[in-house]
């Protein structure tokens, strides 16, 4: 595991309990601001995994 799908793991993890404390206190502002780290994390852990994977090759 490379930095870069650590970090997008753990804004995933952050995105998720943004997401579920906007959702628990109806604030849609910070449930969507949740979903948006969630994305974030997603591509970071895929540019991670093509670096990883590209590394490999080598």
Not at 7 to 26: A, L, P, Q, R
Request: glycine share 10%.
């Amino acid at each position: 595991m490379n930095k870069e799908q650590m970090d997008g793991f753990k804004d995933k993890v952050k995105g998720k309990m943004k997401e579920e404390y906007g959702d628990s206190t109806n604030n849609t502002s910070k449930k969507s601001e949740g979903k948006m780290d969630q994305v974030k994390g997603t591509v970071k852990e895929k540019f991670g995994d093509v670096k990883e994977a590209f590394n490999k090759q080598k």
